[in-house]
């Protein structure tokens, strides 16, 4: 079993910044895919920014591209997702996943590619 903890959430004023974390643990996990997504009440969950440890490729869904930084940690099993030019809209529970293997962009939108998913951390731009 895997088991992923998020990090970094918190309260922002629009135009900031903020790094979250995701660190894997459990089982050996080898190449994996780590995404991001998140959530706002009554709405469903979109994925943000997936991350492939094989290759170092990266994915990110339009309406971050140039804002977010989806990266490799400097712990093992770790994933940054660094958020700038944050926008009220960004205000959501930001929740990591993980799925032993590759991914691609259509992973962003399919949340059932990945097998593994931490508790979230709530990040609110105003």
């Known amino acids: 079993d895997v088991q992923l903890v998020e990090s970094g959430g918190g309260s922002v004023q629009v135009g900031g910044s903020l790094r979250l974390s995701c660190v894997a643990s459990?089982?050996?996990?080898?190449?994996?895919?780590m995404g991001w997504f998140r959530q706002i009440p009554d709405k469903e969950r979109e994925g943000v920014a997936a991350f492939y440890s094989g290759s170092n490729t990266t994915y990110y869904v339009d309406h971050v591209k140039g804002r977010f930084t989806i990266s490799r940690g400097s712990a093992e099993n770790t994933v940054w997702l660094q958020m700038s030019s944050l926008k009220s809209e960004d205000t959501a529970m930001y929740y990591c996943a993980l799925v032993v293997g590759s991914c691609g962009d259509r992973s962003l939108q399919e949340r059932s590619w990945f097998d593994y998913w931490g508790r979230g951390t709530q990040v609110t731009v105003s």
């Open positions: 459990g089982d050996t996990i080898g190449r994996y895919c």
